[in-house]
Nanobody, 122 residues
Framework: QVQLVESGGGLVQPGGSLRLSCAAS????????MGWYRHAPGKQRELVAI???????KFADSVKGRFTISRDNAKNTVYLQMNSLKPEDTAVYYC????????????????WGQGTQVTVSS
C-alpha cells in the first residue's frame, strides 16, 4: 500500500517562511507529477504548484516569485518552500502524486496526502 505523508505545516507570521515536505511511502517505483494544492475555508481547492518527474514546474499566479517546488526522485519526496507568506496563504495544503507506479507494476492515477494546516497570522 502506498501513501503520501506530509509534514512541515504550522503557524507563521506574515512575511515568514515554511517548508512543506511530502514523502511517498511503500513500494514506490516511479511517480510522474507531484504537486501541492490548498483548500481555504469558503474557497475551492486550488493548485499551488506542480513538478514533473523531469523537473518542469508550474505555479499558481498568486504564489509566483514566493514559492518554489522541488523533488528528490530517489526519495520519492516533494518539497514546497514558501517565502514571504501572506495571511491569504492560510489553508490546508495537500500533496498529490499523479501516475505513481509501485514495484508490482500497479499504477495509481492520483493519490492524496492527509493535508497539513498552514496558518499565516500575527
Amino acid at each position: 500500500q502506498v501513501q503520501l505523508v506530509e509534514s512541515g505545516g504550522g503557524l507563521v507570521q506574515p512575511g515568514g517562511s515554511l517548508r512543506l515536505s511530502c514523502a511517498a511511502s511503500g513500494r514506490v517505483s516511479s511517480i510522474n507529477d507531484m504537486g501541492w494544492y490548498r483548500h481555504a475555508p469558503g474557497k475551492q481547492r486550488e493548485l499551488v504548484a506542480i513538478i514533473s518527474s523531469g523537473g518542469v514546474t508550474k505555479f499558481a499566479d498568486s504564489v509566483k516569485g514566493r514559492f518554489t517546488i522541488s523533488r528528490d526522485n530517489a526519495k520519492n519526496t516533494v518539497y514546497l518552500q514558501m517565502n514571504s507568506l501572506k495571511p491569504e496563504d492560510t489553508a490546508v495544503y495537500y500533496c498529490n502524486a499523479v501516475g505513481l507506479r509501485d514495484t508490482s507494476g500497479n499504477i495509481y492515477r492520483s493519490i492524496w496526502g492527509q493535508g497539513t494546516q498552514v496558518t499565516v497570522s500575527s
